[in-house]
């Protein structure tokens, strides 16, 4: 199983690579491509900050925060429980570390994370395939632990009755 979320995770970052090279050849230095008008276009952003733009220029504060995080993430890999939870859980972080080394190789290799995708209907700030990665398996893990802290009160629940 573990084989599989390595394979998974490679597929991504390599998808992210992809992506953000197509954008530096064909979107940097040009207009937007508008995909659809006024809603959705591609847009080359080279980022310097973090979300939103924030804590410009430190790049190397974020490589460093990045390594600390996924080796706290692969630290505790393999103290998930072998359940069907467990291996939801593998699959959120397989997305929060897909995305956290896609960017993390624009950060060291360029000095930034190139984004490209841009919401203009509501002027949501310029993403890229790994932020994509990052906020899908943080959502998905929180709700699953929601879920799981749920399930485990009313089973406490039913035992006291």
Same mark, same amino acid.
């Given at each position: 199983? %573990?084989?599989?979320? $390595?394979? &998974? *995770?490679?597929? &991504?970052?390599?998808?992210? #690579?992809?992506?953000? =090279? ?5 979107? *940097?230095?040009?207009?937007?491509? !508008? ?10 952003? !080279?980022?310097?900050? *973090? *979300?939103? +733009?924030?804590? #410009?220029? =430190? #790049? ?5 925060? %990045? @390594?600390?995080?996924?080796? +706290?993430? $692969? ?10 939870? +467990?291996? /939801?859980?593998?699959?959120?972080? %397989? ?11 624009? =950060?060291?290799?360029? +000095?930034? @994370? ?9 002027? /949501?700030?310029?993403?890229? @395939?790994?932020?994509?990665?990052? @906020?899908?398996? %943080?959502?998905? &893990? ?5 879920? !799981? ?10 035992? !006291?009755?």
């Amino acid at each position: 199983m %573990t084989l599989l979320f $390595l394979f &998974l *995770a490679i597929i &991504l970052i390599a998808l992210d #690579q992809f992506v953000k =090279r197509w954008a530096i050849n064909a979107l *940097a230095n040009s207009p937007d491509i !508008e995909l659809i008008p006024n809603i959705f276009h591609f847009s080359y952003v !080279e980022n310097r900050g *973090a *979300a939103f +733009g924030m804590l #410009q220029n =430190r #790049q190397w504060f974020f490589v460093i925060i %990045t @390594v600390i995080v996924l080796g +706290g993430i $692969l630290f505790f890999w393999h103290k998930i429980p072998k359940t069907k939870l +467990g291996t /939801f859980y593998k699959f959120c972080l %397989t997305l929060i570390i897909s995305g956290a080394v896609g960017n993390l190789i624009d =950060r060291v290799f360029l +000095g930034y @994370v190139v984004d490209m995708f841009y919401f203009k209907l509501i002027n /949501f700030p310029v993403f890229n @395939v790994a932020d994509i990665c990052v @906020v899908s398996g %943080t959502i998905l &893990l929180a709700i699953a632990m929601i879920l !799981e802290d749920i399930i485990i009160a009313k089973n406490k629940v039913n035992e !006291e009755e």
